[in-house]
DNA sequence: CTACTATAGTTCGTGACACGTACTAAATCA
DNA sequence: TGATTTAGTACGTGTCACGAACTATAGTAG
């Protein structure tokens, strides 16, 4: 299963693998197409989640951390080097002196959002394989698996701060 | 959906990720769980497919490269360092008096087993949200997705070298 | 067979990235 | 008010990936 991205299994047409398998094969799969994608615009996989979180809120340095889950150390060099590119903005807090919240450029934001594009394009052009009953069907089985995931974690997902 | 990794949606039960959306959070979702269970045994993910590709074959450096989708620098520091810690040899090459194969050692060989082993408990659970019917239903269209995929890309399945 | 070209793997320099520690100024708490 | 906690940064360190340069080896062409 860690083997997965080097291609060692489904050997026939038809032939199925184990579902973690599958799985395991299937998300590597899907985050070197992302990554080929945003290297396109000279983009990170952790510089495209920045700009990604960034598209609806804008968080303090201390929330970034968390939202994504590095050390405070680390964002502070993740943005450093986005804010060097001009695609992020720090803005002093208005609520705590000591405090920045982090916004997208209309650089990023445009940057951000065709990457996006070409991934969706890229990922659809996977996923035309499978009639359009079927892309329902993992579509529906993947969001269960996810939302039930995200509550056993107790995700607060629109968090902004 | 490259914000996925932060929970940007999916806010209520019941409701649906678009495709492309669901895939991108389970890919991250699933990256992040083999993450994290590899650092329990020191282990970067990069070193978990070098690991991985190894169970099965002793490639050449070259062939590592080739596998990994690397650079031949690259792998040179990959593999120094899992060889520092003593998780694979370099063995000279009976073909080439400049080449070297790689092998996994007893201990790198057990440690990439009980990681592995780890994460499927991780991923398994993980679908246990699922009835016994969809977790078929989505290992099957998964498969399918997987093998068209390998199909349109000419991957060799089974190389050894 | 010889000269030329290509190649395996390494070294080196460089930048990105992640962590932990230490620090200062600001905020919070007792 | 003094003590404690916290936001963000600087710094050191290791991992990781790339490209250029290099040497010894292999392959090719004449």
Redesign the pocket.
Known sequence: MTQAPSGSAASDHGRRLSTVDGLAQLSFLIQRTLERRVAEHDL?L??TRLLGVLRDRQP????L?RLL?????????????AERRGLVV?VP?TQ??????VSLTPEGRSLVTEAAAGFEADVAAMLDVLPLADRDALSALISQVLVTHAAQHGVDLFATD
Do not use: C, E, P, W
């Open positions: 990170s952790i510089q303090t340095m201390n929330a951390a889950d590095l050390d405070k150390s680390s964002v502070t060099g993740l943005v450093d080097r720090r807090s705590d002196r000591r405090s920045f919240t």
